[in-house]
């Protein structure tokens, strides 16, 4: 008798355990900014129907559920018109407050005490990842006009990359005397210690994909050069305007590497003996203005540098013949 007693009331006791487990405030952070906070109320009784709001910008777009972009307020806040509990998510209906018609599903996981997940069901997106949170929390309302915004953006530069890239500056300090055989050695073992952090999910700041971006552009090959101008977009989009530039240099490394034209104008050759060249160049595709949005200088300027690279040479030259 005892044993069915504890049989009948263990299901619950496990319903009340999951209920608790996902009553209270849950947000999504976007680096500092709050962008959707799920405010749950404890139910009454043992039903397991759950009451509260889901409050968020009135408008934005995402393609990725990680990203997004366009966000525009005023805030929004839809109750929950209904629940259920599929096993152990819960399954919850909001309402448009603007228009009863409009109602949108989400599923909620709760994965421990303090991370859930919140997806749109039926919608092929990621789920959204959750924090639980205590106190007075809102939805933020300074969010800029054409900006995009992700969970990490306030993530700090990782310092092992940080320490990769100086040691990769560091090797070049003393051009033109550097021993390229030691430097290509060492390139080849910051490459695959980049990719490691890279691989492992361990670069957020625009900072860290600059970084990276300059370890590929000390490539060997095409790949190499397409993966550091990959690494340069990456850290444009996540708001770092200094990668501009070797997002340039790493097109115009990789256009030369397959025997194509570069087209801003950052890579300059010193052959032995010639004049510095920049050639193959189509020089005519991006205009002035262009360039100098992505920080390169003008064609004029570009003369300029030639002529300085090929006196500087000539002084050496003078310098260290007896």
């Known amino acids: ?79 929950i018109l209904a629940s259920q509990w599929r096993a152990n998510t819960l ?87 550097i021993d390229w055989a030691s430097v290509s050695k060492s390139d080849a073992i910051r490459r695959a210690e980049t990719m490691k952090l890279l691989n492992e999910g361990n670069l957020h700041s625009g900072e860290d994909f600059t970084w990276a971006a300059f370890i590929f552009q000390h490539g060997s090959g095409p790949d190499d050069f397409l993966l550091a101008h990959t690494l340069a977009v990456v850290a444009i989009r996540r708001g770092y305007s200094d990668a501009t530039w070797i997002a340039a240099a790493t097109l115009d490394r990789y256009l030369q590497s397959i025997k194509q034209p570069q087209i801003y104008g950052t890579q300059f050759l010193t052959p032995d003996g010639k004049v510095t060249t920049q050639d193959p160049y189509n020089s005519t595709l991006i205009p002035d203005s262009l360039r100098r949005q992505m920080k390169v200088p003008d064609l004029a300027s570009q003369q300029g540098q030639r002529q300085q690279y090929d006196a500087q040479r000539h002084l050496e030259n003078k310098i260290t013949k007896p």
Request: proline share 7%; aromatic share 6%.
């Open 1 to 79: 008798m005892l044993a069915s007693i504890a049989l009948a009331v263990s299901p619950l006791a496990n319903v009340a355990q999951t209920l608790q487990s996902t009553t209270g405030q849950w947000t999504l952070q976007l680096g500092k900014r709050t962008f959707l906070v799920l405010s749950l109320n404890p139910p009454n009784g043992q039903s397991g129907v759950v009451r509260g709001t889901l409050a968020r910008p009135t408008h934005f777009q995402t393609e990725d559920a990680v990203s997004f972009s366009n966000i525009e307020g005023p805030t929004e806040v839809e109750a």
């Open 91 to 177: 399954s919850f209906t909001v309402q448009n407050p603007k228009d009863a018609s409009d109602t949108t599903k989400y599923l909620l996981t709760v994965k421990d005490d303090t991370d859930a997940e919140l997806q749109l069901e039926d919608v092929p997106l990621a789920p959204l990842k959750l924090k639980r949170v205590s106190g007075i929390v809102s939805v933020s309302d300074d969010w800029r006009v054409g900006e995009r915004y992700s969970p990490d953006d306030d993530a700090p530069s990782n310092p092992e990359m940080r320490k990769i890239f100086a040691e990769d500056q560091r090797v070049r300090q003393s051009y033109p005397n």
